[in-house]
């Protein structure tokens, strides 16, 4: 049985997407340990002294250990992979499954693929966070395009954050009276 180029170029591109985004956890986690290092040296968290930390001089145990990352790394390739071939499985075996239109392959596929980005996307977001970034612009302007998109024009600043959810039902459950 051949795989059908359209699943498999999906499924190259999801693993692609998956090796960038590991690669940029990963360095995102050096860098929050970095800066632990640093801040527990009492060095000055510059970018030199993070390179340096990085590099040279934060491979001891507590901070980077290089066995306990590629452990880690080893074992989130080995799982995605799991993950993506399983998608591509199940593509293949619901080839004549459909509710409504839409094909159940590519949807169930489609949402293992989601699944692995966004728990790669969250722990980017943790290790900012462990970094001491507790939100970051990029956040905030993607934030405010995804609201605009469904019609809500709110500016998100600061404070206003956890203000964010109760403005949202709300400006939704406004917009659903008028349409009524």
Not at 2 to 22: E, F, K, T, W
């Amino acid at each position: 049985m051949l795989i059908p180029s359209q699943v498999l170029g999906d499924a190259l591109l999801a693993l692609l997407l998956v090796i960038i985004i590991v690669f940029i956890d990963t360095l995102t986690k050096w860098t929050a340990i970095a800066i632990r290092y640093c801040k527990d040296k009492e060095y000055n968290p510059t970018v030199m002294n993070l390179f340096r930390a990085i590099f040279f001089r934060a491979w001891e145990t507590g901070y980077l250990e290089s066995k306990k990352y590629k452990w880690n790394i080893m074992i989130k390739f080995v799982s995605y992979s799991t993950v993506i071939f399983l998608a591509v499985f199940i593509y293949l075996l619901f080839p004549q499954y459909e509710i409504q239109g839409f094909h159940i392959g590519k949807i169930v596929s489609l949402l293992l693929y989601v699944g692995v980005i966004f728990a790669e996307l969250f722990s980017i977001a943790e290790n900012l966070k462990e970094a001491g970034y507790e939100r970051s612009q990029l956040f905030d302007k993607v934030l405010e395009a995804g609201l605009s998109k469904i019609g809500v024009n709110y500016r998100v600043d600061g404070d206003k954050m956890t203000e964010l959810p109760k403005k949202v039902s709300t400006e939704i459950e406004r917009r659903t009276d008028e349409r009524n």
